[in-house]
């Protein structure tokens, strides 16, 4: 309970942008060395690093990773681990949506949901696995819980890692998985309507601190922050 951040290496797939940017600093507020992805903007992605380092970030580094490419995968697991000697908490947010009916989904929108979301997510836990010292966060979503049409495939890739997740708690013990849901978040993603990225920030630095009693494996609605914040089991969806 209540880990302390300072100095812990935190690796944030997808950092140049959204929620994955939120989070990178409010890791630094937390006096992290926070390792800031980025896969096409890379003016984000240092703007973002030099934010993280004027919020109080103990350590910054901008690497190029495209979850999509094995070699980019590696490279980044490889770099980070080269610089800073281990990874303490991974943060698999990179992610894409496609906002179709599945009959209106071309074979390459379908591929590409669900390697960024699914098959990136386990990739990148995979490579970081012999590095991880303490914990990795899914950023799920709440359109695997239930039906959303058009987003049929995306809710797909979201289930697949919920699920992931489950099993890696139990493999990785005493090492913690867990899965985070936003609500609408005002991101590219949804046009920039929703909360604000920053309340999902919290949730995640929240539950990499120990803040939350959630069993190893399990999940955070972010709906249902300022319950779980009072440590109510009955907020806890598993
Ligand atoms: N916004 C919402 O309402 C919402 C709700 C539930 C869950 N989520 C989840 O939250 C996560 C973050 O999304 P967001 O809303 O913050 O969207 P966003 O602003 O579009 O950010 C997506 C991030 O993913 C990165 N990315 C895209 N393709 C990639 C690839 N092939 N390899 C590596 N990184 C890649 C992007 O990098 P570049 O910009 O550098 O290309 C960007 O940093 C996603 O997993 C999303 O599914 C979002």
């Keep these: 309970m209540n880990h302390v951040l300072r100095d812990d290496v935190v690796l944030i797939t997808g950092a140049s942008n959204g929620i994955g940017r939120a989070a990178a600093l409010r890791f630094a507020q937390e006096s992290s060395k926070v390792i800031i992805t980025y896969n096409k903007d890379e003016g984000a992605a240092w703007e973002t690093a030099e934010q993280c380092q004027n919020e109080g970030a103990r350590g910054t580094m901008v690497l190029h990773l495209d ?10 697991v490889a770099d980070t681990v080269g610089e800073m000697g281990r990874i303490d908490v991974l943060v698999n947010n990179a992610g894409v949506i496609e906002r179709r009916r599945v009959e209106e989904q071309t074979f390459e929108d379908i591929e590409r949901q669900l390697r960024i979301n699914l098959e990136g997510a386990i990739k990148m836990t995979r490579s970081s696995l012999p590095h991880l010292r303490n914990m990795v966060i899914n950023i799920a979503s709440v359109t695997a819980l239930r039906g959303y049409p058009t987003l049929g495939v995306y809710a797909a890739s979201k289930a697949g ?3 992931f997740t489950r099993t890696l708690a139990e493999e990785i013990e005493p090492r913690k998985a867990y899965n985070v849901f936003p609500r609408a978040t005002a991101t590219r993603m949804t046009d920039f309507h929703g909360d604000p990225p920053e309340l999902v920030a919290e949730a995640i630095v929240d539950l990499a601190r120990g803040n939350y009693l959630v069993p ?3 999940d955070v609605k972010v709906d249902d922050l300022p319950a779980m914040r009072g ?3 009955a907020d806890v969806m598993r």
């Design 216 to 218: 190893n494996g399990g």
């Design 231 to 233: 440590y109510s089991m």
């Design 67 to 76: 979850v999509m490419d094995d070699i980019s995968i590696r490279k980044a």
């Design 161 to 163: 890692l919920i699920a």
